[in-house]
C-alpha cells in the first residue's frame, strides 16, 4: 500500500475522510500538534506549515500527498498569508525538495465565489475570489500549476463544495460533496496516470449544481451521492434568504459578505458538519 501524508490531519474534514482513506493508503497524519489517539498503523509527524524544515520532515518518504492543511475560513490577512500563501508555498516546495510528485490540492468553491449562482461555470474559468480564503486557494491552485509545469509535480486542486455528512441548506443542495466521494476524487488525483495539473469542483451528484464538473467526469469520476435526496428535509428546516443579495445570489454565499469567521472550536465539541 502507497504512503500518503495528510496533512489537516486533526481537521473536520480529515476526520471524515481518514477511515475511507485508510481502506487504500497508509497514512501519515500531520497537523501543528501530535494526532490525538493515533489509529494503529497510522504515523504522525506534527508539523507547523509555516515551518519548512518541519514540513520536509513530514514530507520525506510517501508516496502522495492530499494538503487539506492551512484556515479553512476566512480571517486577517496575517492569518491566511501565514497558513495558506506561505503554508502552501513550503508544502509544494518541500515535495519538489523530497521528490514527492502526486498533491491532491484541497481548493475552494470560494476561489470562484463571485460567480452568481444563476452561472453555470466550468473548471477553467477565470477566479473571482469572495474572501482572502477564497484567494489563497486561488494561489494554491497556481501553485500546482507551476509546480506541473516547471518540475514535472502531478497535481489534482478540488474546488470543495461543502463537506458533510449530508447537505444541511439551500446552497448546500447545489455545492454539496460527502465523504465518500470526496475519497473517489482524491483517488482520481493520486492514481490517474500522467497527470498533470488539473481543477475539478468537488461535489457529489447533485442535481442543482451551479458548476460544469465535465473535467472530473473526463478523469473517471462518477459521484455516487446526491444531494437531492436529502432535498426535503432540507428545504422545511432552511430559514430562507439572509436578504443580503451578496449572500443569497453569488456561489459563495455568506462569504460575500464576511471579513472574518470562527474556526468550529473541537474542544467545545464543534465541527464543520
Ligand atoms: C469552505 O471552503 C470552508 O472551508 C467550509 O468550512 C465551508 O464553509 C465551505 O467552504 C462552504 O462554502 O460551505
Redesign the pocket.
Given at each position: 500500500m502507497k504512503l500518503i501524508l495528510l496533512t489537516g490531519a486533526a481537521g473536520g474534514v480529515a476526520q471524515m475522510i481518514r477511515p475511507l482513506l485508510r481502506e487504500h493508503y497508509r497514512l501519515r497524519l500531520s497537523d501543528r500538534q501530535p494526532i490525538a489517539d493515533l489509529p494503529l498503523g497510522d504515523e504522525s509527524v506534527p508539523a507547523d506549515l509555516g515551518d519548512m524544515a518541519a514540513v520536509g520532515r513530514a514530507v520525506a518518504g510517501v508516496d502522495g500527498i492530499v494538503h487539506l492543511g492551512g484556515f479553512?475560513?476566512e480571517s486577517d490577512w496575517e492569518t491566511i498569508r501565514a497558513a495558506n500563501i506561505d503554508g502552501a508555498y513550503n508544502l509544494f516546495e518541500a515535495a519538489r525538495v523530497a521528490g514527492v510528485r502526486r498533491i491532491v490540492f484541497a481548493s475552494?468553491?470560494?476561489a470562484v465565489g463571485y460567480y452568481p449562482r444563476s452561472q453555470t461555470i466550468p473548471a477553467d474559468t477565470t477566479v473571482r475570489p469572495d474572501t482572502r480564503?477564497g484567494l489563497s486557494?486561488a494561489f494554491g491552485e497556481a501553485l500546482g500549476s507551476l509546480y506541473a509545469d516547471k518540475y514535472g509535480a502531478e497535481v489534482l486542486s478540488v474546488r470543495?463544495?461543502?463537506?458533510g455528512l449530508r447537505p444541511k441548506s439551500i446552497?448546500?443542495l447545489a455545492?454539496w460533496l460527502s465523504p465518500n466521494d470526496f475519497v473517489q476524487l482524491i483517488r482520481i488525483g493520486l492514481e490517474t496516470p500522467g497527470l498533470r495539473h488539473e481543477i475539478v469542483y468537488g461535489m457529489s451528484d447533485n442535481a442543482r449544481a451551479w458548476w460544469d464538473n465535465a473535467n472530473a467526469r473526463r478523469l473517471g469520476y462518477r459521484p455516487v451521492d446526491r444531494a437531492e435526496d436529502h432535498a426535503a428535509g432540507v428545504l422545511a428546516a432552511d430559514a430562507g434568504p439572509s436578504g443580503d443579495p451578496r449572500d443569497d445570489l453569488n456561489q459563495?454565499?455568506m462569504?460575500c459578505v464576511a471579513e472574518a469567521m470562527q474556526m468550529p472550536n473541537r474542544e467545545k465539541g464543534e465541527t464543520?458538519d
Open positions: 479553512s475560513l475552494s468553491n470560494h480564503y486557494k470543495i463544495g461543502h463537506i446552497r448546500d455545492i459563495g454565499g462569504f464543520v
